[in-house]
């Protein structure tokens, strides 16, 4: 059992930057991958980035790549979304999500509850 906490939305000017926070807790496996994904109204919820937990291999969707930062720290078990020039459709609900198994095609189990961001323009 896997529980989430994301933190750090808010409301930003577009251009601005924010930092997203996830703390989990519970037991995993040892070769997990944590990713974000986001959902905006009315909008199906679409992958953002993800991170292997212990090679730290990074995967980015190409509407955020090059904007967008995900990192981890693994003494906290925390991973970490840094938000860079924020554009309005970036707006969203922001989830963290882990994949026990990180292998292609193996599902994200555990989801946060998800933390608001919004960008005005």
């Known amino acids: 059992q896997v529980q989430l906490v994301e933190s750090g939305g808010g409301l930003v000017q577009a251009g601005g930057s924010l930092r997203l926070s996830c703390a989990a807790s519970?037991?995993?496996?040892?070769?997990?991958?944590m990713g974000w994904f986001r959902q905006a109204p009315g909008k199906e919820r679409v992958f953002v980035a993800s991170i292997t937990w212990s090679g730290g291999t990074t995967i980015y969707a190409d509407s955020v790549k090059g904007r967008f930062t995900i990192s981890r720290d693994n003494a906290k078990t925390t991973v970490f979304l840094q938000m860079n020039s924020l554009k309005p459709e970036d707006t969203a609900i922001y989830y963290c999500?882990?994949?026990?198994?990180?292998?292609?095609?193996?599902?994200?189990?555990?989801w946060g509850q998800g933390t608001q961001v919004t960008v005005s323009s």
């Open positions: 519970g037991r995993t496996g040892s070769n997990i991958r």
């Open positions: 999500a882990v994949q026990p198994s990180a292998r292609p095609g193996k599902p994200y189990d555990y």
